[in-house]
């Protein structure tokens, strides 16, 4: 078989970075449907590595003369899209996990291999060593859904799950794959709207409470165990919550600039690491998942917003930043009780927080700088959540303030 010419590489990078960006989608839209929370951390874990793996061939591109902006992004053809929609549509869990991890990524993963035995080396060798870097992590997906699936839905529901798998393996075969060679790019699109949301979904051991209710877990102090155990329940929620509003972004907003989603997709990757370093600790303490009430405040006005800025707004300035000081208020606390370990994961945890603080900063920043209303009404909107409501500990103005000084 011949080997690629620059050309042909064109042709099908574009290609391989729209199914990795549906993918991101995918996982971003469905994130804070799905009750089980290791699917959410795997999520968060794999939309980043997605984003990457875009990154990689989006930067690759340009190398190759495609400089148009055309070549980034080729649906491969209208019934992959069509494949992929059907997929979102997918509402149970266990078809979702099949048509993601079973049908898609194994497509792209074939398609990247292919690839592989025809790249001109040593003269491309770039594009090889990103192909192998990305079927080798979309391996692992993969592996880790087949870890997944077996416990997910009823026999009878597996049973129809695995002819629908069937059904659309062979639909995608039929269009040529991610390839789809000899057929015509796709024009047809949809969006992954979401209905107005009112809370996160959370397994049966959590007990959520509404948003409006008094709730003071904030209140406690990381000085005794008993106070360690709250604070990080309220955190491991929060995390979680984090993971599927940054989802939501990634769904909701295709149009963001293409560096703001990679952010936003590290920040879903961060906080999935949290609630695991979260939720270990707890554990470590004698803690369990459940043992308090939780509340999710703040998730409808978040994720309900049409502008992502809003949402940075009320989330990564605000929510983020007072979270800051509270961890930092646990860091010196643990210091001073001998916690070594809890300091040390603390630590860890605000080095990342004070990033996110920064991409709220940041993306307000640039995105707004050459529109004086929309900075204001998205400066102005925590104010608006807020004002009435006096959740523990949150000193909105004082962030607003930090990014009018970066002006
Ligand atoms: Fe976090
Ligand atoms: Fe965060």
């Known amino acids: 078989m011949a080997t690629f010419t620059v050309q042909q590489n064109l042709q099908l990078l574009g290609k391989y970075r729209y199914a990795e960006i549906q993918a991101m989608e995918l996982m971003g839209s469905w994130a804070y449907t799905m009750v089980q929370p290791d699917i959410k951390i795997a999520f968060g874990r794999h939309m980043y590595q997605d984003a990457v793996h875009a990154d990689l061939i989006g930067k690759r591109i340009p190398e190759l003369k495609g400089r148009s902006k055309q070549y980034q992004y080729i649906a491969p053809s209208d019934e992959y899209v069509k494949i992929v929609e059907t997929i979102w549509k997918a509402d149970d869990e266990l078809r979702r996990m099949i048509g993601l991890y079973r049908v898609l990524k194994p497509a792209v993963i074939d398609a990247l291999k292919q690839h592989l035995t025809r790249v001109e080396l040593p003269a491309d060798e770039p594009t090889a060593y990103i192909l192998r870097h990305i079927a080798d992590e979309e391996e692992d997906h993969i592996a880790w859904a087949e870890t997944v699936i077996p416990r997910l839905g009823s026999p009878e529901h597996r049973e129809q799950a695995v002819a629908w798998e069937k059904e ?16 015509p790019p796709g024009t047809y699109a949809f969006t992954k709207t979401h209905p107005y949301s009112k809370l996160p979904v959370r397994d049966e051991r959590w007990n959520v409470i509404p948003p409006d ?11 005794t165990n008993e106070g360690k155990l709250h604070l990080l329940h309220d955190l491991l929620n929060s ?67 049409p502008d992502p800025l809003e949402r940075l707004a009320l989330s990564n300035m605000t929510f983020e930043s007072e979270s800051c000081k509270h961890l930092r208020d646990w860091i010196a606390k643990a210091k001073k009780t001998g916690d070594a370990r809890s300091q040390q994961l603390v630590e860890f945890l605000l080095a990342d927080e004070v990033n996110h ?24 909107y925590p104010d608006q959540v807020l004002s009435g409501q006096h959740p523990v500990g949150v000193y909105f103005k004082e962030t607003v303030n930090a990014v009018g000084d970066r002006q």
């Open 168 to 183: 659309l393996k062979q639909r995608l075969q039929e269009a040529g794959g991610v390839w789809a060679e000899g057929k």
């Open 213 to 223: 209710a008094e709730f003071v877990e904030k209140n406690w102090s990381f000085d």
């Open 239 to 305: 995390e979680f919550i984090t993971v599927e509003r940054m989802g939501r972004i990634l769904a909701d907003c295709p149009d963001i600039p293409w560096q703001m989603k990679v952010d936003m997709a590290h920040q879903a990757w961060d906080e999935a690491r949290h609630a695991e370093i979260v939720q270990r600790r707890l554990e470590e303490l004698g803690g369990h998942v459940g043992m308090f009430p939780t509340s999710c405040f703040g998730w409808e006005q978040d994720v309900n917003r």
């Open 357 to 380: 603080v920064l991409y709220g900063v940041h993306w307000i920043d640039e995105l707004t700088k050459d529109d004086p209303l929309r900075r204001k009404r998205v400066l102005a």
